[in-house]
């Protein structure tokens, strides 16, 4: 029995000892709470609605825990840094990351950065190597950006689907997202968690007929929402299961969505950005006296529950 009993505690020990860094996260959501967060991504991320979901059930889980949230993501962006040539009507080129991303990383100095690309990384061609390794180089970058600024944790969640149905032996963009996705599962690195976003969402879009996406890319309400909830079981959250309508017309909900376009807006600004037109930064003004005061608002009502 003591035999038993030791073997249990040295294979316990060394389970402790050998456990990465990148586990971090394997820990409660509760993780987040008093760090400055970060999202970054295209226009999946710049439209929002995820974020929105994820805060509003940060705050209604955990409401005696702060949650800091910058939603910082790009229409059109990219980490390849490639474009096609007709991009916008060949009116400008796809944006890359890391146009912006030093000044962001300096402005915001962020705990924790979630990031989602890959959709547009592709190029909407089928799978080369020349454009998956420009991908897998942008990733890369990304993270030894982030870590040397600072950031002490960084999530990758894998692209969504490509959410368009071909014929038997034609071509599908999602096989190129599958193939980004199934490529960043294998990153193991101190400080990295990989969540795999595109596995779940394409489950889910097998279980149903109608699509999350009507022009195959954005999602729409029901896609934001299975995002939010996806990375937020990754992270340990016991998310209920409810009907969309129920959620948005939760008064918690719209104050969160409030304060993450009011945030977005104005950081976006205060960063700059270069797409169809350059924006200089600007003055971040009383953007977070403002922020403060709607964060008391959620703060009130969150209460309440």
Not at 283 to 297: H, M, R, V, W
Request: hydrophobic letters at 40%; one cysteine or more; a neutral charge.
């Amino acid at each position: 029995m003591k035999r038993i009993i030791s073997s249990a505690v040295l294979l316990c020990a060394l389970a402790f000892v050998e456990a990465p860094a990148f586990l971090w996260f394997s820990q409660p959501v509760e993780k987040l709470a008093g760090k400055k967060i970060v999202f970054l991504g295209d226009s999946i991320t710049q439209g929002g609605g995820y974020i929105s979901f994820a805060s509003y059930y940060l705050n209604r889980l955990y409401p005696r825990k702060n949650f800091d949230i910058y939603p910082l993501g790009l229409s059109s962006e990219t980490l390849s840094g490639l474009s096609e040539t007709n991009h916008a009507g060949g009116k400008f080129p796809r944006p890359c990351l890391f146009e912006r991303l030093g000044r962001l990383l300096e402005r915001t100095k962020p705990d924790v950065v979630f990031a989602c690309y890959g959709i547009n990384d592709g190029i909407y061609q089928p799978l080369d190597d020349g454009r998956f390794t420009a991908f897998k180089n942008g990733v890369n970058k990304l993270i030894a950006q982030c870590q040397a600024a600072g950031v002490k944790n960084i999530l990758l969640i894998t692209p969504p689907i490509y959410d368009a149905t071909t014929p038997p032996g034609g071509f599908n963009y999602d096989g190129v997202m599958t193939a980004y996705a199934a490529w960043e599962l294998t990153l193991k690195m101190p400080g990295v968690q990989v969540i795999d976003l595109h596995t779940a969402m394409r489950k889910a879009r097998d279980a149903r007929t109608e699509v999350f996406s009507r022009d195959h890319i954005h999602p729409g309400d029901e896609g934001h929402l299975l995002m939010a909830r996806t990375i937020l079981a990754a992270l340990g959250a016991q998310v209920p299961e409810e009907q969309l309508a129920i959620i948005q017309a939760d008064p918690l909900f719209k104050q969160a969505d409030v304060l993450r376009r009011h945030r977005s807006t104005h950081w976006m600004q205060h960063i700059g950005y270069t797409r169809e037109k350059t924006v200089t930064p600007q003055p971040l003004g009383d953007t977070e006296a403002e922020s403060a005061i709607l964060q008391e608002k959620m703060d009130e009502l969150r209460r309440q529950k």
